[in-house]
């Protein structure tokens, strides 16, 4: 019913993540990255299997699997249960089934787009003209390293799934999303919320001056925005190479 998704992503790979400029400085002021909670963001379809329309589907399709293992569960010779104790077995089965994916969705996480430029297309939606902001940019190894003390940190890639006609991998429903937000090329980190944290999130400390490689400035920002994003930083006592955004580069005719 799903293919297992494969999540890997190269270490080399060149992240961004864009925020307004209060969120620039509420990392550098917490000197760590703030995890929300899965079901705290605003997509609906965070940690989603499919379609509500097509729960009995997937509840049918997994039902009969429960069943079959029931009485032929491998390496061993056929079990006899009364219809009615297959049954049960197999409802109870489904429910811790999908009490998994509630648990999932408790999980923390911390978003970045994958590309080796910027993304006028996100500088739009996360920095639009009206909001001054910026863009950092690290690596996949960075983000690995960042969360080394976290041992249920996974860093993975998004896949983006027609929930007409699919089903979120159940190991990685973390990991799927809608077809219609692929414009975000997605990686994020997913940190299990195994203390069952009721928190909305969950600030990681990390050293920044590691994670970090660049900070873009908006290009939507006013001139003099530039030299205030290099005085914040140095009043924090980061180094970080500061640049103007390369939408702003000039074309020739």
Not at 35 to 54: C, I, N
Not at 57 to 68: A, G, K, P, V
Request: hydrophobic share 40%; glycine share 6%.
């Amino acid at each position: 019913m799903t293919e297992t998704l494969n999540i890997s992503v190269p270490d080399d790979t060149k992240v961004w993540r864009y925020m307004d400029f209060a969120k620039f400085v509420a990392m550098l002021t917490q000197k760590g990255l703030y995890f929300p909670r899965v079901d705290k963001l605003e997509d609906s379809f965070e940690g989603a299997t499919g379609l509500g329309k097509r729960e009995e589907e997937w509840d049918r399709f997994y039902l009969n699997f429960f069943r079959s293992a029931i009485t032929s569960p491998p390496g061993a010779s056929t079990i006899e249960f009364s219809p009615e104790d297959i049954e049960d077995r197999a409802q109870r089965l489904l429910r811790d089934w999908k009490s998994i994916g509630s648990r999932d969705r408790t999980s923390f996480v911390s978003c970045w787009h994958a590309n080796t430029g910027e993304s006028e297309a996100l500088w739009r939606l996360y920095c639009p003209p009206a909001t001054a902001g910026v863009a950092v940019q690290t690596t996949v190894r960075a983000l690995w390293d960042a969360t080394e003390n976290e041992p249920s940190s996974v860093v993975g890639r998004v896949h983006y799934l027609d929930f007409r006609k699919s089903f979120a991998d159940p190991h990685y429903r973390v990991f799927c999303k809608r077809a219609s937000l692929s414009h975000e090329n997605e990686v994020r980190v997913v940190v299990k919320n195994e203390d069952n944290i009721s928190d909305s999130g969950k600030l990681i400390p990390a050293d920044l001056g590691e994670i970090i490689q660049s900070v873009a400035v908006s290009p939507f920002a006013p001139s003099w925005f530039d030299g205030v994003v290099r005085e914040v930083i140095t009043n924090f006592g980061f180094i970080f190479e500061v640049r103007t955004s390369e939408i702003l580069e000039r074309p020739f005719f």
